[in-house]
């Protein structure tokens, strides 16, 4: 799975946006990008993934860049809710052999919402 | 509950002493994961079953770490002649077939300190 690199901590008013930048430069074209959140004293919550469209649910939207060596995340109403550790992840898909299926987290991008 | 469930929540067990840790995946899930976060730290993958079959048990880190799933339902994380440096916060995941570790559900994890 591609390396990926996320600032260390940000910090977000209550109400504003939220976007947490990921780069994985070495990507490769079968990987898809994860997003997982860990909020205090919780298991990881899976938040959304994409491969090259941008991607929205009804927890976040996902922008990847045309060349795929980058995505943001947006949360666009931040809630004090939302202050967690934010995982980004590139993988493969499940379905192609040995390997795939395990998740490799990083160090995650510790979001504090302010009030 | 509908969502997976591990026990204990917390566990204190003196240095030497054995542990083991319960997980209930999500009914009807066949993918279960093990992995160990140390403070601080992303989650590690340990272990994976697709039903009651250890296919990957790469991650355990020395052989005083033993993982089973006899029936494909249930599984035990167990910790021989604990150390130190076990102390971790243990996560269960959970997945349907053919998804891997694609949107898998975590547990609340098991806080594991060694004294």
């Known amino acids: 799975d591609a390396k990926t690199t996320q600032p260390t901590s940000m910090d977000c008013a209550e109400g504003r946006a939220a976007n947490l930048p990921c780069n994985h430069s070495t990507i490769s074209g079968n990987e898809y990008v994860y997003w997982y959140r860990q909020i205090h004293s919780q298991g990881p919550q899976y938040i959304i993934h994409g491969l090259k469209n941008n991607e929205t649910n009804e927890m976040a939207s996902l922008i990847i860049t045309e060349d795929r060596k980058s995505s943001t995340l947006i949360l666009p109403h931040a809630t004090l809710r939302d202050t967690a550790v934010y995982y980004c992840?590139?993988?493969?898909?499940?379905?192609?052999?040995?390997?795939?299926?395990?998740?490799?987290f990083g160090k995650g991008t510790k979001l504090s919402v302010i009030p | 509950g509908a969502g997976v469930s591990q026990s204990p929540r917390y566990k204190v067990a003196k240095r030497g002493q054995d542990v083991a840790l319960r997980c209930d995946p999500i009914?009807?899930?066949?993918?279960l994961f093990w992995y160990q976060q140390a403070l601080g730290q992303g989650p590690e993958f340990l272990t994976y079953f697709q039903n009651e079959a250890q296919l990957d048990k790469s991650g355990l880190p020395s052989d005083r770490f033993f993982a089973e799933r006899p029936e494909g339902s249930v599984s035990t994380l167990k910790i021989q002649r604990t150390q130190q440096e076990d102390s971790a916060v243990y996560l269960c995941?959970?997945?349907?077939?053919?998804?891997?570790?694609?949107?898998?559900?975590f547990g609340q994890g098991t806080r594991l300190t060694v004294v």
């Open positions: 992840i590139a993988r493969r898909s499940a379905i192609s052999g040995a390997g795939s299926y395990q998740l490799t």
């Open positions: 009914s009807g899930h066949v993918s």
């Open positions: 995941a959970s997945s349907t077939a053919g998804t891997g570790g694609l949107g898998a559900f």
